[in-house]
């Protein structure tokens, strides 16, 4: 039988940090705005691999605001090709947030798993964080540079828009809130 790519998978944003302390976390990628602290929670964690990210939560440009590109869903996905080989040799927990919990962290959840289960659709993969993260709305832009690097054709971007739509008949408020955020594009691409 073939070892799960991963053995546990956690995601949170910051005020979550300090409840998975004592959880055996191995792996963690932080993903924070660029001016943001080092989060001081990580000093009560046993010994783990940590990469840290750093770049806004927007779709489109924003003056003063780094936008995320091409090269950091690389970066994620490099962490994801050592954290495949690590668990090759042992369990391993990774732990992915952002500062909420909610986009980022799982935009880059999914195309971790993506690359881990190519046996998966997206639609199944976009599940899973769902399952993980009951809240989950990954950023879209990150999801489409992940899709193309993927090879996923456009399913992922998809399987993503339909979530959104999900969270939207769910949480309608949300609307409201993703464009206040600047992320109106991704509220009308749900609601088409």
């Known amino acids: 039988m073939k070892p799960e790519p991963i053995s546990l998978h956690t995601v949170c944003g910051l ?3 300090g409840h998975h302390s004592t959880r055996g976390v191995t792996h963690v990628l932080s993903i924070l705005d660029p001016a943001w602290p080092e989060p001081e929670a990580f000093g009560t964690y046993d ?3 940590r990469t840290t990210l750093r770049f806004h939560d927007i779709i489109e440009p924003v003056e003063g605001q780094i936008l995320p590109e091409r090269r950091d869903v690389e970066a994620i996905l490099r962490f994801g090709e050592e954290l495949a080989a690590e668990t090759a040799r042992r369990k391993t927990h990774l732990l992915i947030h952002c500062h909420a ?3 980022r962290s799982t935009a880059a959840m999914t195309m971790l798993l993506g690359r881990a289960h190519p046996d998966l659709d ?3 993969v976009v599940a899973k964080v769902h399952s993980l993260r009951e809240k989950a709305w990954p950023n879209a832009r990150l999801i489409a540079f992940a899709d193309e690097a993927l090879g996923y054709d456009g399913s992922l971007t998809e399987a993503v828009r339909r979530l959104h739509a999900e969270q939207l008949r769910v949480r309608p408020h949300l609307a409201e809130l993703m464009r206040g955020l600047g992320r109106g594009r991704e509220v009308d691409a749900a609601l088409a």
Request: no cysteine; charged share 15%; hydrophobic share 40%.
């Open 101 to 103: 919990g909610i986009s």
């Open 15 to 17: 005020e979550e940090l």
């Open 47 to 49: 010994a783990h691999h």
């Open 122 to 124: 997206a639609q199944a």
